[in-house]
Each structure stands twice: as C-alpha cells, then as structure tokens.
C-alpha cells in the first residue's frame, strides 16, 4: 500500500469516528465479484461485441422482468374461475393461454397445477429460486431461503401450517420442484360464496402466495 493510499484509508476512517458507532452496511459493490457474476459480465461483453445485444439491452431486460407483479397471474386463475374453457387451455399450456390475455410471460414453459379438495399443491426451487416471474413478479425472500427449500420437502404440512395454511389429513399435498426449464404456478381452489363475484373481483381474491400453494384463497369475508 502506498503512502498515498495509507493516507486516505485514514481519512475515510477519521471520517465515521465522530462519536457514534454505525450500522454495518453491507456494500456488495466491495465484494469480490462472485463467479456467476463474472460469467454473466463475459456473457454480456461477449454478445454486445458480436452486435447480438446492443448496450443497455440487458439492463432494460431487467427492468422490463422486474415490473412484473403477482396481478397477472391472479388475472389468469380468476379467469380459470370463470371460464371453463379458458381453464382447460391453461392445462394445456399456461404460455399460450396468459398470451390470450395480453400477458408476456416469457419462453420458459409454465405448467399449471390446480388444487382439489383431494389434492393440494406447494411450489418449490430445491436447487435455487426458479420462479415463474412472468406471472407473479419477483419471488419473495422466504422462497428463496436454504429453509423454506429444504423443509417443505421433507415436512410440507409442516411448513404451511407456519403461514397458517392447515391441509386437511384426507387431502394430498404435494410439492413441485421447479427448474430452469419448467416452472409452475399453483392454480388454487375458488373460494366458497363467492358466485355473485365479477371477474376483476375474484381477481382480488388470489394471493402470490396461494399461487405458491403455500396458502389457499379467502372469499371476501374470510
Ligand atoms: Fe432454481
């Protein structure tokens, strides 16, 4: 370290010694580049100088993903609700049907799982956060914790009981373990009582997290 530098370190030092301890704030800009980020840095170098991407490219990709929220995929279970035709298309395939409704969810396949009352259904990424974002937006942390990804394998109804979620002993439960190439969404039962509700209202009845699995959807009054 130069003299130069030594001095500086001082300064920046001196600077927070005024009295008062601060917070650790974790600055990931002085962290070593982690390995997925130097591949994904080459990768992006890599395709910009064969003209494949154009500058800004990636980070408007980004942007664009990152303005999903959950209201789209709670559009295309209230739509299920309603139209029994549509809900069967959604079985087929999810990328086709939510593209009827206007929605951009991505290449990767979706594949819808209805719950039953003989049958509940829970989201996973065992290896990672695999996600269906074109529907639901950003995953949330619980989802992505060494807890959540580990436990509710081995103990699911354990696990939604801690988001208040009781299954029922007659009623399965089981868990799907989502990859890069395949991801899910859980299409949860229609709540009772709620017959006389317009669409755009059984929209607001699904939950990110009933589309997980890890709850189930509540009438109005629930
Ligand atoms: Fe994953």
Redesign the pocket.
């Known amino acids: 370290m130069s003299h130069e530098d030594s001095h500086k370190d001082h300064a920046e030092e001196h600077k927070h010694s005024h009295g008062h301890p601060h917070p650790q704030q974790p600055d990931s800009e002085d962290e070593p580049y982690s390995h997925e980020q130097v591949m994904a840095t080459a990768l992006e170098e890599l395709l910009s100088d064969k003209g494949l991407i154009a500058a800004g490219d990636m980070s408007s990709a980004l942007d664009y993903w990152a303005s999903k929220t959950p209201a789209d995929g709670a559009r295309l279970v209230a739509r299920c609700w309603t139209d029994p035709a549509f809900a069967k298309r959604v079985g087929e395939n999810v990328n086709t049907a939510a593209a009827e409704l206007d929605m951009d969810i991505g290449t990767t396949p979706v594949v819808a799982i209805t719950n039953t009352p003989d049958l509940h259904n829970v989201l996973v ?7 269906p974002i074109g529907l639901l937006g950003e995953s949330p942390g619980w989802y992505k914790s060494r807890a959540y990804r580990s436990r509710v394998v081995s103990e699911p109804r354990v696990v939604l009981a801690e988001f208040g979620t009781h299954i029922s002993d007659e009623t399965e439960v089981r868990v799907h373990d ?3 190439d395949l991801r899910y969404i859980v299409i949860p039962m229609r709540p009772e009582s709620t017959e006389d509700l317009r669409e755009e209202e059984l929209a607001e009845l699904v939950t990110r997290d009933c589309m997980i699995g890890t709850t189930v959807a509540e009438g109005p009054e629930q």
């Open positions: 990424c065992t290896l990672c956060s695999c996600y989502s990859t890069a």
